[in-house]
């Protein structure tokens, strides 16, 4: 079965870190941009950061800059979202998502998105 699957969020205080995890089964990611997306409650979905060409590009978003940083690691065929620093803003479900190109902080024409992991940042 192709999929993907986010792991590592949880609750944090402000000022803390946290570190997402994206896995893919039946499927390689070093072929892939892999995005990572967070939506707000009421907000629209954006895009926070994505690498392709196996770490050959990597984008940020301007609000994570600086303090979120994205890798991959093809052996364990993962792709992870350090986040430190954490805002209360940060609050949101994150997903990653396996697709064509970024474009900035966004990957283009998804092919796989993961089911989210809840992302709780307290003030």
């Known amino acids: 079965q192709l999929q993907l699957a986010e792991s590592g969020g949880g609750l944090v205080h402000a000022g803390g870190s946290l570190r997402l995890s994206c896995s893919a089964s039946?499927?390689?990611?070093?072929?892939?941009?892999i995005g990572w997306f967070r939506q707000a409650p009421g907000k629209e979905r954006e895009g926070v950061a994505c690498?392709?060409?196996?770490?050959?590009?990597?984008s940020y978003a301007d609000s994570v800059k600086g303090r979120f940083t994205i890798s991959q690691d093809n052996i364990k065929n993962t792709v992870s979202l350090q986040m430190d620093s954490l805002k209360a803003e940060a609050t949101a479900v994150y997903y990653c998502?396996?697709?064509?190109?970024?474009?900035?902080?966004?990957?283009?024409?998804?092919?796989?998105w993961g089911q989210g992991t809840q992302v709780t940042v307290s003030s």
């Open positions: 690498i392709a060409h196996t770490g050959g590009f990597i």
């Open positions: 998502a396996a697709g064509r190109s970024c474009m900035g902080a966004v990957s283009r024409r998804n092919d796989f």
């Open positions: 039946g499927f390689t990611l070093d072929y892939y941009a």
